[in-house]
């Protein structure tokens, strides 16, 4: 059997979430005995050169040319023009744009819509990365549950690695200076859009920290948020400016994240929907407490290890960050379950489900 797979999003250098998930998967797929018993080819944008559009005109006319048996698709573009001899599965993310669509420029959410749409309807087989996500693409686009199998993210190998890792106190100062960081914050890790409720991070933060307010053992604590700039930002921004213990990293590169995770008090998840939310597992995996949303699949993944929160309550969100630094019991029995939690969570054991997925009889 030849299994073409989409690997265009692998090589890209700044990944954020679809692009880890690709280069990860594809990574363990390809380690695994089993699938040394199939022809794999891999097609990126080295290989096929393509200026614009390279999905729907790169990628279909090499398939047309030299069809695979079975096409997959690690994010939801799916090639219109292919033969329907070539069996198609594709993974869908979530439908955070359904939930949100006043924070989408209209180009975005057409593409977003239409790509979707068409994969949700189209492909042969669909790979969800949560129950929730399964659950809406049912509810909401009307997917066959039949052909849609859950198959949850794993956690990167550098996150893994730093684990049990003591980092030394030089490497720790170099972090601290690169990013300037402070000697005690709360964390937060993604991309500065509205979606991830910021600004009401910003403002439960302030209820507790402000100008010239000390806490019980964390003098001095700051608030640094890590990530890129994403789109509509601009009020995120202007909520910081209130508050000079906020503080904006950019993103931090993969090599430097376990450090930078490891160095905080408290991990801070408020996103108002999420498809999966690997960062609050990278946390759990590092021995970070976490504090996140309960909407959309953080409750799944996060299971009974984290403080879960409204994320549309300030108060209530500012009250669990303020209950998390204070009891100390409470913080040792979160990074407990943590551990736990995330040890449930491995990109081996996606890799084998979705070449299960892969490979089955249809």
């Known amino acids: 059997m030849i299994i073409g797979v989409d690997a265009s999003r692998a090589g890209i250098e700044e990944k954020t979430g679809t692009e880890n998930y690709s280069s990860e998967l594809i990574r363990e797929l390809l380690k695994l005995p089993e699938a040394k018993r199939f022809k794999w080819r891999l097609y990126d944008k080295k290989n096929i050169p393509w200026r614009r559009f390279w999905t729907q005109g790169g990628l279909a006319l090499e398939i047309l040319k030299h069809p695979p048996e079975v096409l997959f698709i690690p994010a939801h573009t799916l090639p219109v023009i292919r033969s329907p001899k070539i069996k198609t599965v594709v993974t869908i993310h979530g439908l955070e744009y359904e939930y949100l669509p006043e924070y989408y420029k209209f180009p975005q959410k057409l593409y977003l819509n239409k790509s979707t749409g068409y994969a949700v309807k189209h492909a042969d087989r669909l790979i969800a990365v949560s129950n929730w996500t399964k659950t809406q693409l049912v509810d909401r686009l009307a997917a066959d549950p039949e052909k849609i199998t859950v198959i949850h993210e794993g956690i990167g190998r550098r996150i893994i690695k730093a684990k049990d890792q003591q980092f030394k106190s030089d490497y720790r100062r170099q972090i601290r200076y690169k990013y300037n960081l402070p000697k005690d914050y ?177």
Request: net charge neutral; hydrophobic share 50%.
């Open 186 to 362: 709360i964390l937060f890790v993604g991309t500065v859009q509205p979606r991830k409720n910021l600004v009401r991070l910003i403002e439960a933060f302030a209820k507790i920290f402000h100008p010239g307010v000390e806490y019980p053992d964390t003098p001095g604590c700051e608030l640094v948020i890590a990530g890129k700039l994403g789109w509509l930002y601009e009020d995120i921004l202007a909520a910081a400016k209130k508050n000079p213990r906020v503080k904006f990293i950019g993103r931090v590169a993969e090599a430097d994240l376990a450090a930078v995770y490891k160095m905080a008090r408290l991990f801070v998840y408020p996103s108002l929907m999420e498809g999966f939310g690997l960062s609050i597992l990278e946390a759990m995996t590092l021995g970070i407490p976490v504090i996140c949303s309960n909407r959309g699949a953080l409750p799944e993944v996060a299971g009974d290890a984290a403080l879960l929160i409204d994320p549309e309550k300030t108060e209530d969100l500012a009250k669990a960050i303020k209950l998390a630094l204070e009891n100390e019991d409470l913080r040792q029995a979160l990074v407990e379950k943590g551990f736990r939690q995330a040890s449930e969570f491995s990109w081996e054991k996606a890799a084998k489900k979705t070449l299960a997925v892969l490979t089955e009889k249809w």
